[in-house]
C-alpha cells in the first residue's frame, strides 16, 4: 500500500497536502485588540507574564501583546482570556459599521444553510461576493457557499469554493477553518468517486486534531466525512469505526440531519458485512429522521438502502417499493441523473432477480452512461460486472468475457477499490466454473484470494492506527 499523505498540522505554517514538515511555523493573522486591555485583564487577576503565559507561549509574547508590539492570534487571546477570566469580547475593537454589516450577512448565510434553505443560501452568498472585499469575510462566504452546493450533490463547484477558502485560511494561519474546509472538500472528492478524498478527509481530521483544545463538534463531523470515504472505498470495518467514532466524539443528538447520514452509513456498513440485524436496525433510524427532516437525497439513499436489504433477504416485492420510492425522490430532487448510478444498479438486481433479462441489461446500461459521465468509478465498473452477468444469463459468453475483463479494466485505476476487485473476481470464477472451465474458475479465485488479502491487510492497517 503507498503511503497516506496528510495534512500538516496546525503547528506547522502553511503547506500543501502531503509536503513533508519544515519545521518553520508559518505567520498567523493577528487580532485587533483594544489598547492596554491585556495589561488590565493580567493586573486586575493578580497574574505574571509568566502565569498568564503558562508553558503554552513566553512571557515575551504576552508583553509584546500588551505592549502593542505585536497582534495576538485568536488562539493567544483565547488563553489570555481563560488565564484572566475575562470574556473575549473584553479584548475586542468594536467592528467598523460595515464590519458589522459583514458579519450579521455571513450569519444570516449560515442560517440559510443550517436551516435548509441552500438555494436560497448560494443565491444570498453570491449577492454578498459582488460587493463583499474583507478577504476572510470572503472566505467564509464561500466556505458556506460550499457547504450549500453539498447539500444540493453539487459536487464540482463545492470542491472548488471549499478549496478556494482553504487557500486564504491556511494563509491566516486558523487552522480550525483550514479543517472544516478540507473536511468539505473531501467529501465531495468522495461522492465523486475521486481517490484523494482519503488524504484530504485524513488531513482535515489531523488539523483538526493538532489543535489544542480539540474541537469536539468540528472532529464529530470529519469522522463522519472520513467514514464515508472509507465506505466509498468498500472498508467496511473501518467505515464502521469512523462512524461509531463520530457518534462517540461529538453532542450528534443536536444535529439529526448528521445523525441520520451516520446511521445510513452504517446500515450500508453492516449490510456488506452482512450482519442484516444491524443494518435494518440503523437504516429505519435513518429514514425516520430523513422523513421528519425532508432530506430527499439524502432519503433516496436510505431508501435505497432499504430496498437492497430486502432484495437480498428474499423479500423481493418489498424491496420493488423502496427502490421505485428512491427513483422518484432522485428524479424530483436531480434531473440529470448524475448520482443515480447506484439506484439503476439495485433496480438490475431486482429485474435480474426476477428473470427480467432485457429489463436489467436496460438498467445496468444506463448506470453506465451515467457513471462514465461522471467518471464514478466504482459505478462504471460494477456496471460492467453486471452487463457480463447478464450476458452470461443469455448464454452469451463472448459477450460476458469482455464485460468483466472491462470491469477489471476499470478497477485497476489508481483509486479503486480493492474489496471491489475481490468481489468481482469472484463472481466471474462462478461464471467460468459452471461453463465448466474450471482452470480460469481457479485462477479467478486466486485473484481474488490475493484481492481479498491486501484489502485485509488496509483493513487491519486502519483498524490498529
Sequence with gaps: MSEVQTHPSAQDGPRDVGKAPSGHRGRRRGVEIKPGTVKQARSEAGLSLAQVAGGEISRTAIYFVETGKAKPSMETLKLIAERT??????FLTRPSTTEARSIAATVELERLVVTGD????????????????DPGVVARIKFQMATA?????????????????????????DMLMTAECLGSEASAAYMMQDPGALALAEGALATCRALNPVPAITESRLLGILGGVHA??????????????????????QDLRRLSILYS???????????????????????????????????????????????????VAKSRGHFERAMRLFDETQPD????????????????????????????SQALEVAGQVSAITTMADAHAWLGRIADVRGDDATADAEFAAAFEVLRQPGASPGLMSRTYARYADILEARGD???AVQQLKLALASRSDHMAIEAIYATA
Design 438 to 440: 474450471v482452470t480460469g
Design 337 to 364: 441523473g448524475r448520482d443515480k448510478g447506484p439506484l439503476l444498479l439495485s433496480m438490475c438486481e431486482l429485474e435480474l432477480a426476477v428473470s427480467d433479462v432485457d429489463a436489467a441489461a436496460r438498467y445496468a
Design 85 to 90: 477570566g475575562r470574556p473575549i469580547d473584553f
Design 265 to 315: 452509513g452504517l446500515s450500508l456498513a453492516y449490510q456488506e458485512l452482512n450482519n442484516t440485524r444491524q443494518a435494518a436496525h440503523y437504516a429505519q433510524r435513518a429514514l425516520t429522521i430523513h422523513e421528519t427532516l425532508n432530506d430527499r437525497i439524502s432519503l433516496a439513499r436510505t431508501e435505497n438502502n432499504l430496498g437492497i436489504l430486502l432484495l437480498r433477504s428474499g423479500e
Design 149 to 173: 452546493h453539498l447539500r444540493l450533490a453539487q459536487w464540482i463547484p463545492a470542491r472548488r469554493l471549499a478549496s478556494t477558502a482553504r487557500a486564504y485560511f491556511e494563509q491566516a494561519g
Design 232 to 253: 466509498a472505498n468498500h472498508r467496511w470495518a473501518a467505515a464502521i469505526t469512523a462512524y461509531e467514532q463520530s457518534i462517540a466524539t461529538g453532542d450528534v443528538i
Design 118 to 133: 441552500p438555494t436560497g443560501a448560494l443565491a444570498a452568498g453570491e449577492s454578498l461576493l459582488s460587493v463583499e472585499r
